[in-house]
């Protein structure tokens, strides 16, 4: 006699997948945390993303639809810090922690456009990898944070050509 011939173990068969991913999707459904609007005078961690470890130009830092984009370019001789966000922001401060401890900032940086979503400023740290960057930004009264290091400050590809997008 073959155990696929029992109706009761092909039955077992059939359900026990349905149930597992059903129960997956309630659990889930159940216990997580439901997106709160940011409430004035508060303050709110911005988690940095990969990109921010590595070498690409650029550095995403979001908390739910809050999204900020961090960029450092090199002109005549300067450094440029450049920050961009999806949300209108008041005040964009940035600080630097080198890797022997010296701290240095805050940094106010300046709108560059009427909307309030892109800003920027010189600077004159040493922007290497072991240096740590801290942004705070202040966004409908509420505070902004995060903290990452440089690493993604400068852009290397294995290739010859630079395929970032102009702004």
Not at 97 to 125: A, I
Request: some cysteine; aromatic content about 10%; charged content about 20%.
């Amino acid at each position: 006699m073959s155990i696929f011939k029992n109706k009761h173990v092909i039955m077992a068969m059939i359900m026990a997948p349905i149930l597992a991913i059903a129960s997956y999707y309630l659990v889930d459904l159940a216990v997580k945390e439901q997106p709160q609007k940011a409430v004035e005078g508060n303050t709110y961690k911005l988690i940095a993303k990969s990109n921010c470890r590595f070498s690409s130009g650029r550095c995403d830092m979001e908390n739910g639809s809050f999204k900020s984009t961090v960029r450092i370019s090199h002109d005549n001789g300067q450094q440029l810090l450049r920050l961009s966000s999806v949300n209108q922001l008041q005040a964009v401060n940035v600080g630097f922690v080198t890797s022997d401890g010296t701290e240095s900032g805050p940094y106010k940086l300046t709108s560059n456009d009427d909307t309030g979503t892109k800003w920027s400023t010189e600077f004159n740290e040493l922007a290497d990898t072991s240096t740590l960057l801290r942004v705070a930004l202040t966004a409908n009264d509420a505070h902004y944070y995060s903290e990452t290091t440089m690493g993604f400050s400068d852009y290397k590809t294995s290739f010859s050509k630079d395929f970032r997008k102009q702004n």
